[in-house]
């Protein structure tokens, strides 16, 4: 099945698009947090994000950019300015296709389920990212971005912040980080392992996500 993101603060609107793509047989999801929605973005991983331009506090060019810094998935603005500058601008920004409010509701599935075919039509493509408190692990390049500043890491650094991303909320042990970096050829002991994780709690602190990493005596490591 696939994902519709929707990203429209009228609700009325944002609910007869869900409705119908429903119907439709795709899942779908409104932005919620205005103040975040890349994060909801990432959490929801979807196929495809309907976009409008005007929305509370940043507009939608600002997340459109944000979304294509990581991003390759199909992108429809759906707004009510209809000059070309404003066309031209989403177009550039990134999007994939343009609605103008009013929409004939069947025009704009058509657009969304031709969009998807072409995009996934050979294979279908999971998002690549995993997030946790605005802070993105981009799982293609091995970096991480958090307040529009990528950082880059070590293969271990990476690996380390992958096992207990994928795992948040759950307590990870220091064993299980060990065999994770032995299985990719990274053969480190208890020592270095302690060096390694200390090393990235630095860098992370130094980019604003400080205590990101929590131990749990006797137990292991914790992101949540």
């Known amino acids: 099945m696939f994902k519709v993101f929707i990203v429209e603060d009228d609700t009325t609107i944002a609910n007869i698009i869900s409705n119908n793509l429903i119907k439709w047989g795709y899942?779908?999801?409104?932005?919620?947090?205005?103040?975040?929605?890349?994060?909801?973005?990432?959490n929801f991983k979807p196929d495809l994000v309907l976009l409008d331009i005007v929305l509370p506090l940043y507009d939608g060019y600002y997340w459109c950019s944000k979304i294509r810094q990581e991003s390759k998935v199909p992108i429809i603005f759906i707004s009510s300015k209809d000059s070309n500058m404003d066309v031209l601008m989403a177009?550039?920004?990134?999007?994939?296709?343009?609605?103008?409010?009013?929409?004939?509701?069947?025009?704009?599935?058509?657009?969304?389920?031709?969009?998807?075919?072409?995009?996934?039509?050979?294979?279908?493509?999971?998002?690549?990212?995993?997030?946790?408190?605005?802070?993105v692990l981009n799982i293609d390049d091995g970096t991480l971005m958090?307040?529009?500043?990528?950082?880059?890491?070590?293969k271990n650094e990476y690996r380390i912040l992958y096992v207990l991303m994928s795992n948040k909320d759950s307590i990870v042990s220091r064993?299980?980080?060990?065999?994770?970096?032995?299985?990719h050829?990274?053969?480190?002991?208890?020592?270095?392992?302690?060096?390694?994780?200390n090393r990235l709690r630095k860098k992370l602190d130094k980019k604003g996500l400080n205590d990101f990493i929590v131990t749990k005596k006797g137990q292991g490591y914790i992101i949540e």
């Not at 296709?97 to 072409?118: C, G, H, N």
């Not at 208890?190 to 060096?195: A, C, H």
């Open 185 to 197: 050829e990274s053969f480190v002991d208890d020592n270095t392992l302690t060096v390694n994780i």
């Open 27 to 42: 899942e779908t999801k409104v932005a919620k947090e205005f103040s975040d929605v890349f994060s909801e973005y990432v």
């Open 91 to 135: 177009i550039n920004m990134g999007a994939d296709d343009y609605v103008t409010k009013p929409f004939s509701m069947e025009i704009l599935l058509a657009k969304i389920s031709a969009l998807i075919r072409r995009t996934y039509s050979y294979a279908y493509n999971e998002t690549n990212l995993i997030e946790h408190k605005g802070a």
């Open 146 to 154: 958090y307040n529009d500043d990528r950082i880059d890491l070590t």
């Open 175 to 183: 064993d299980t980080i060990m065999r994770n970096l032995w299985e």
